[in-house]
């Protein structure tokens, strides 16, 4: 019934693999208000759509994808208020979602009046399944589909008062032959024809990610290769995680030259999601590469997330996840507890916690609660570094491996993990009310 991918490029030597890691951050592009929003249960309302905007801004996103104005109501009310109200930053760029139609791209350019600058994205789909079962079109047809849309774009931007990017995706990218890809793609190019001036990006979507990583790269590679009109072509991702592999095929990707990715908040959109960009970012931050995105206040984000997605952060959820940065078992509680104090003492040194990837506190987690919680699988570790936490008390060390046992005891008995106020009051019980 399944078969290996027959639509993967030419793997190749593949050099990029030999570089540890991305050198700078990419380019931005938050696509959480249509993507992500398209995806929910219940979509924003325009009053949840402008303040998730105003989150997307304070996190520092340069280009955000605020819809698909000419395909709804509230769409198209929220791109008009955020341009009447002067809601956006000089230095932020919107980007609006169209079809290749007439009546549509004239809707979006209406829906633009009064921005200064923006991203009108035009996409058609290219895949064999779409040819063949939804458009039922010949690969010309389907290329003439997204030259037609291109020269529409042409017509009304110069007819439009503002500042106009074009972007191409060729939808259901990774179910489309690449030598077709690249056709469709430079066929749109000598349309648009782009100069150092006046760039073009070329998005290209793993719309249903279909390949492992390296294959997805080696296609973003191979599309790199050979587009025409080179350093004018910003060629961006946007991958969704059906295989549960986003966040490695942007890291590939990216490896592979893409300057440009678009993704959500915490990974929401489409089916399982687009790439998140919240781990993508704190990757390039583990690994000391600037992100350009502001994760200090993480906590609030993702709380401001959670109410107006009415979607929840799973606990284990990279960096944003309650648990990600906890550790319940006597073996891992004891190595952070003297990596804690190993770093008290070697402040300069770089961060080198066991079990901890990055320093809580730098994305607004903090060590008590966050870090070291009790229950029957804790260690005297564990149990003794609460105590110095919250009590300031350090137990000798004749009484630690007994008192572990005793606090270990209740936990497994109530089949509960304890707070500090019940490990303290073990403590009491234990050696002062005797
Ligand atoms: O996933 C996808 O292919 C898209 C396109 C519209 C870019 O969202
Ligand atoms: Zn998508």
């Not at 309302?45 to 709804?72: C, M, R, T």
């Not at 990774?174 to 890809?181: D, N, S």
């Not at 009109?229 to 592979?256: F, Q």
Request: aromatic residues 10%; hydrophobic residues 35%; contains cysteine.
């Amino acid at each position: 019934k399944y078969e290996r991918g027959y639509f993967t490029a030419p793997v190749k030597s593949q050099k990029w693999m030999e570089k540890e890691y991305i050198d700078n951050a990419p380019t931005w592009c938050s696509v959480d208000l249509r993507d992500g929003n398209q995806a929910l249960i219940i979509p924003m309302s325009l009053e949840e759509k402008l303040e998730y905007f105003q989150l997307l801004v304070d996190v520092g996103f340069k280009e955000i994808e605020v819809g698909f104005p000419a395909a709804s109501e509230t769409e198209y009310t929220f791109l008009r208020t955020l341009i009447e109200e002067n809601l956006i930053p000089d230095d932020v760029t919107i980007q609006v979602l169209t079809q290749s139609r007439d009546h549509i791209i004239k809707k979006t350019f209406e829906s633009l009046r009064g921005a200064k600058k923006a991203v009108v994205h035009l996409y058609n789909s290219t895949s064999v399944a779409q040819r063949e079962q939804v458009f039922k079109k010949t690969e010309r047809e389907i290329i003439d589909i997204a030259v037609n849309g291109a020269k529409l774009l042409q017509k009304y931007a110069t007819e439009t008062e503002g500042n106009f990017q074009f972007q191409y995706s060729p939808e259901s990218f990774t179910g489309t032959e690449m030598e077709f890809a690249l056709e469709i793609c430079n066929e749109v190019l000598d349309v648009w024809k782009p100069t150092s001036e006046n760039k073009v990006i070329i998005n290209l979507p793993a719309t249903v990610s279909m390949s492992m990583p390296h294959v997805y790269a080696s296609q973003i590679e191979f599309m790199i290769d050979h587009l025409k009109y080179g350093e004018n072509v910003i060629v961006s991702l946007h991958p969704h995680n059906d295989r549960g592999t986003g966040v490695a095929d942007a890291e590939l990707g990216m490896l592979a030259g893409a300057k440009r990715v678009e993704g959500t908040l915490f990974g929401n959109g489409e089916r399982t999601g687009n790439v998140d960009i919240v781990t993508l970012a704190l990757n390039m931050f583990s690994h000391g590469v600037d992100p350009q995105l502001n994760f200090e206040k993480l906590p609030e984000i993702k709380r401001v997330y959670e109410r107006l997605t009415r979607m929840q952060v799973p606990m284990r959820h990279p960096y944003g996840g309650e648990l990600v940065f906890t550790a319940f078992s006597g073996s891992h509680q004891d190595a952070i507890a003297k990596g804690m104090k190993w770093r008290e003492e070697y402040t300069n040194r770089k961060w080198n916690v066991p079990y901890l990837l990055i320093d809580p506190l730098d994305i607004g987690r903090e060590y008590e609660g966050d870090i070291i919680r009790i229950n029957s699988q804790s260690g005297k570790g564990g149990i003794g570094y609460i105590l110095k936490q919250h009590y300031s008390l350090e137990l000798p060390p004749e009484m630690r491996e007994s008192f572990g046992y005793a606090v270990k005891d209740v936990s497994d008995k109530l089949h509960q993990e304890l707070q500090p106020e019940q490990i303290y009051q073990i403590f009491m019980k234990e050696y002062v009310n005797l």
